[in-house]
């Protein structure tokens, strides 16, 4: 089914408008296929980096892309020393999401020093994987890069298969459970009153985290993944008066970027994951300087007003979705 629309829907939609545009590249079916990979992390980057970056959280998922680079080294070496056939990708998310569980523990009890903590992560996750990478005479760290920077030639049809589904679990998780993520992402104490389970809204952001990071690893890579997450939600967050709205510009804001990102790699020869960040860090430096230009007081969403506005919006109900 999924084939089928990769072809004969998407597909030949992509090459139609190709021949109405004379942009050549849109035909092409690996441009096609980054496209609208490039297009699925704008949408589920930004939706769970929302609740990240207003529970000042933005560094885990950096920490995660860090110890999914390990997950994809230690599939690499597993299938090379033991002759299996381990899809990297698997073994990434099997690791980073063990990872998201850990570090959601660790914050909770790592109080104060929870930064220090999430940088040990992250740099014991980068420090296996380059021990593993170089641990079989180096025979394994052939094709590393793309894992590392992202690469739009290997993005197969698998691959957005994967995301697709990823994206469609993520994004019906979150609308479920929209109304607690959000009274936990704002007041914790008052949502344990109200009886949800804080600890484990907290460890389904983290685990969808996870899932997001592995997902747009193909395209970002690993040093650059977090971009996605946190830039169009910094972004959106200067303008929108609501959580609600700074989701929405957020996926706007990431879409732009990605779409300028894969055409400008495409056109340039270089690195995805680099120019659709650089693209992401545009739109936000360009918010800032309309603003200014418009003599427009930039709400940094997160005053009171946008706050009072979402805990209204769950209290009313106390929490339930």
């Not at 990240?52 to 090379?80: P, Q, W, Y």
């Amino acid at each position: 089914m999924f084939e089928w629309f990769l072809e004969d829907v998407y597909g030949a939609g992509m090459d139609t408008l190709a021949e109405l545009t004379g942009v050549d590249m849109l035909g092409y079916p690996y441009m096609q296929r980054a496209y609208l990979a490039a297009v699925l992390i704008a949408v589920i980057g930004p939706l769970v980096g929302t609740f990240l970056v207003h529970r000042e959280m933005s560094m885990i998922s950096d920490t995660l892309a860090h110890t999914a680079f390990a997950g994809v080294a230690v599939g690499l070496f597993v299938n090379t020393t033991l002759s299996l056939s381990v899809p990297p990708m698997a073994s990434a998310l099997v690791v980073a999401v063990l990872t998201a569980l850990f570090v959601e523990v660790l914050v909770e009890h790592a109080g104060e020093y929870t930064d220090s903590s999430l940088a040990i992560v992250l740099t014991g996750g980068f420090a296996v994987g380059s021990i593993l990478i170089t641990a079989n005479d180096g025979g394994i760290s052939v094709g590393i890069d793309a894992y590392l920077f992202g690469n739009l030639s290997t993005v197969s049809k698998e691959n957005v298969g994967i995301l697709t589904a990823m994206t469609a679990v993520v994004g019906s998780l979150v609308a479920v459970a929209y109304r607690p993520l959000l009274y936990v992402t704002f007041d914790a104490t008052a949502a344990r009153a109200a009886g949800l389970s804080v600890r484990w809204y907290k460890r389904l952001m983290v685990v969808l985290t996870a899932v997001v990071v592995v997902g747009a690893m193909q395209i970002m890579g690993v040093i650059l993944v977090a971009g996605m997450v946190v830039i169009p939600v910094s972004a959106a967050s200067l303008v929108a008066s609501s959580f609600r709205r700074s989701v929405v510009l957020a996926v706007i804001a990431g879409e732009f970027a990605a779409v300028t990102g894969v055409t400008v790699a495409y056109v340039y020869g270089v690195a995805a994951g680099g120019s659709i960040v650089v693209a992401a860090i545009a739109v936000y430096l360009s918010v800032i300087g309309l603003g200014k230009a418009a003599g427009v007081g930039l709400s940094a969403y997160g005053e009171v007003s946008g706050r009072r506005e979402d805990l209204e919006e769950v209290s009313a109900d106390g929490g339930e979705g």
